[in-house]
């Protein structure tokens, strides 16, 4: 079986460290049902703290694959720069 997009994966349990905490605060805590923004404000805040303390492995795997993504987009402008400098070092005569 594929291995699901590590971007993917972190991006769901952060929104899972969002949400479950708002809905636990609006179901449960009737005062926040008229605050909502209050208990958005709390949801966020237990989110990032979910999120630090339980979604380093998720983060580093995201991280890790953008950092190769971006590698090969560079690599591949860096062979192109490469290439017009040679053209452009080259003498008038020996250009096509």
């Not at 949801?43 to 703290?49: E, K, P, R, W």
């Amino acid at each position: 079986m594929k291995k699901p997009a590590p971007l993917l994966v972190y991006t769901v349990l952060r929104l899972l460290a969002f949400f479950v905490p708002l809905a636990i605060l609006w179901f449960f805590f009737p005062i926040f049902r008229e605050f909502w923004w209050l208990a958005a404000i709390f949801a966020a805040l237990i989110g990032a703290s979910i999120s630090m303390l339980f979604l380093r492995t998720p983060l580093s795997d995201a991280s890790a694959r953008l950092h190769e993504r971006r590698q090969g987009k560079v690599s591949g402008q860096q062979a192109d720069a490469d290439a017009e400098d040679e053209l452009v070092d080259r003498s008038p005569d020996e250009r096509p």
